[in-house]
């Protein structure tokens, strides 16, 4: 689903980011990506997200070589790819209808034909009831919430979260996780990136961890990481 090969980030202005990392994530496969601050998991996720493009290496998703896809097909292979943000970029304008049903306006559909779905996704995120509210009205924890059903809600095979726990406490933050398991367990491939060494040591799932650019560790992780 993921496969990096020797790939390297070097930025504008000379910063090397990431080097020469090699990993692949499964079809199906739940993992964490770990690191101080700075380590390039940000800088991995905005490759896999077509953000960045890497200066050396391959970078392979849902068996698409990015170094072969143009410009135009950019928005067709993020299809296939719900990104989370800490912050989770709602329009605080809009309702939580509006939030959800925007990958689906933009990939065609009428609002009428994307209600039903945005009613299912938020349902899978137990927030049905909310269609409504906008997002100020929310928690941080439903606001994440319905960043995840935006994220979710054109079924894409594989889901990228940078620091979706960041500004919520730990009992939230293993709710947002369990959400995470439920997609993964119906065949979602999903990579989350995130400091919270506790919750990582919890859930017991494969981590990448990445030290000054490099993966220094590809496991289960380690108490002494
Ligand atoms: N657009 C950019 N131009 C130049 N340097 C950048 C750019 N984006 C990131 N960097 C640098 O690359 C390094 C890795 O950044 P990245 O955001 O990938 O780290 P991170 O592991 O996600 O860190 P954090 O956990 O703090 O978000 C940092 O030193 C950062 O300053």
């Known amino acids: 689903m993921i496969k990096f090969e020797q790939v ?3 930025y504008p202005g000379g910063f090397q980011a990431l080097n020469q990392v090699n990993f692949h994530v499964e079809p199906g496969e739940m993992a964490f990506l770990t690191g101080h601050s700075g380590a390039g998991k940000s800088t991995l996720l905005r490759l896999i997200g077509m953000m960045e493009r890497p200066t050396t290496g391959r970078v392979l998703i849902n068996g698409h070589d990015l170094r072969k896809i143009t410009r135009k ?3 067709y292979v993020r299809r296939d790819i719900g990104m989370i943000f800490q912050d989770h970029r709602l329009l605080m304008d809009k309702t939580v209808l509006d939030n959800v049903a925007l990958p689906l306006l933009i990939e065609g559909y009428s609002m009428q034909e994307a209600r039903k779905r945005v009613q299912a996704a938020l349902e899978k995120v137990g927030l049905g009831d909310k269609l409504r509210h906008y997002p100020m009205m929310l ?7 319905v960043g995840i059903a935006r994220a979710v809600v054109n ?8 620091e979706p726990t960041g500004n919520l406490d730990p009992k939230l933050s293993m ?3 369990k959400l995470f398991e439920d997609f993964n367990k119906v065949g979602v491939s999903v990579l ?3 400091h919270d060494l506790g919750l990582i040591a919890r859930m017991r799932y494969r981590t990448l961890t990445l ?6 560790n590809d496991g289960l992780q380690e108490s002494e990481l």
Do not use: F
């Open 175 to 177: 709710e947002i996780i």
């Open 211 to 216: 030290k000054e650019g490099r993966m220094i």
């Open 192 to 194: 989350i990136a995130t």
């Open 8 to 10: 390297s980030k070097t």
């Open 139 to 145: 928690s941080g924890g439903e606001q994440q919430r």
């Open 155 to 162: 079924k894409p095979p594989l889901l990228l979260a940078d």
């Open 73 to 75: 097909q950019i928005p």
